[in-house]
């Protein structure tokens, strides 16, 4: 497989990311439906002797969207290009790309509920029937070419697609969710990080980092990391429950994986607003952190712990958020 990148790769954690990033289907684990409908897809279109579809995949940061279209493009045998939303600015970025690939080439747009209205209507009949439609020139004299493109397949990957708009959504041969990984999942994954890290983690520690992985790989993988450093750093072979707890000590992460921010969000909807309903704006302000922000990276998380509600009416923490952080009784005003 060969790779061409048109965004830059940034230093340690990237390489970090690369190694341990799955190559092979093998080692790619959980999310069982989601490889099953690929394969198929995948073996249906090599018997047709055609590229695949075009793929839609969603899901939470961490959860193995990029990882899932570059073994697509090994199993294809095809080269991928990688690009994202908001470093398409204008059509002639897109236009550029397409008319660069190669047939069966791989397309992969991370972050794509960032790509604006300019390059959508141009991938729009790029994907519908391979066409490229150009304006060339301005005001009366301007024309519009026409242009074949070779046969590829897009993969586009977004946390958020409510924002794709629906005609952009139905021009996917198949859209596919990233479900949060079972917890067993994370501990297979946390132990073969391990043996690629050359580290030695005891099945409890493996355990126990699991729980606090937010059931994301990606998160895995990072925390993996820093348990990594602390047992270095004070001379242990081996990383054990006491190294994780440690660590985790260290980086002020709790027992079931919340954060600083994490807390602070729960703390300041029980505490300055007496447990909800409050509008996500008035929550922003008081964290002062970006609305986005807290709907992508904060809530989907604690929703899925069952500590915050979204409600019509606000976001609300539940009476287990109130157990957890240890604060007395939710009270309901009537
Ligand atoms: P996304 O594109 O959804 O943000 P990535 O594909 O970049 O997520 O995954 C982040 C990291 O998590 C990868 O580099 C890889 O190391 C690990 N990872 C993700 N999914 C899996 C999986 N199913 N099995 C093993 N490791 C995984």
């Known amino acids: 497989m060969n790779i061409k990148k048109t965004t830059k790769n940034n230093g340690e954690d990237q390489n970090f990311e690369i190694t341990l990033r799955p190559d092979q289907w093998e080692d790619y684990v959980g999310q069982e439906k989601i ?37 697509i493009a090994k199993e294809m045998a095809a080269n991928i290009r990688t690009t994202s939303g908001p470093i398409l600015e204008k059509a002639g970025d897109i236009a550029a790309i397409l008319t660069n690939l190669e047939p069966k080439e791989i397309l992969f747009i991370d972050e794509a509920h960032r790509i604006n209205k300019l390059v959508e209507e141009i991938l729009y009949p790029a994907l519908e029937n391979r066409k490229l439609h150009l304006i060339i020139g301005k005001g009366p004299s301007a024309r519009t070419i026409s242009l074949d493109l070779p046969p590829f397949t897009l993969i586009a990957a977004t946390t958020k ?33 391990g043996r690629i890290l050359g580290v030695t983690i005891t099945p409890e520690a493996i355990r126990r980092l699991a729980q606090t992985s937010r059931f994301t790989p990606r998160v895995a993988n990072r925390l993996l990391k820093r348990c990594r450093d602390y047992s270095q750093v004070h001379n242990k072979k081996v990383i054990d ?11 002020e992460i709790d027992e079931l994986g919340l954060e600083n921010t994490d807390r ?19 929550v922003a302000a008081a964290l002062n952190e970006e609305t986005g922000t807290i709907e992508d990276v904060y809530e989907p998380f604690l929703m899925s712990l069952g500590f915050l509600h979204r409600t019509p009416t606000g976001r609300i923490a539940t009476a287990a958020a109130y157990k957890h952080l240890n604060i007395g009784q939710r009270v309901t005003f009537v």
């Open 35 to 71: 490889k099953e409908n690929l394969k198929l897809m995948m073996q249906a279109a090599q018997q047709r002797n055609e590229s695949c579809d075009h793929l839609l995949f969603y899901g939470q940061a961490g959860l193995g969207k990029t990882t899932l279209a570059y073994l």
């Open 161 to 193: 697609i409510n924002l794709l708009s629906g005609p952009f959504r139905s021009r996917f041969g198949a859209t596919l969710k990233l479900d949060y990984y079972r917890l067993e999942d994370i501990e297979k994954i946390i132990g073969r990080s």
């Open 241 to 251: 429950e006491e190294v994780i707890a440690e660590t985790l000590t260290m980086l």
């Open 264 to 282: 602070r969000l729960l703390e300041i909807i029980i505490k300055k607003f007496h447990g909800g309903p409050v509008g996500l704006k008035a």
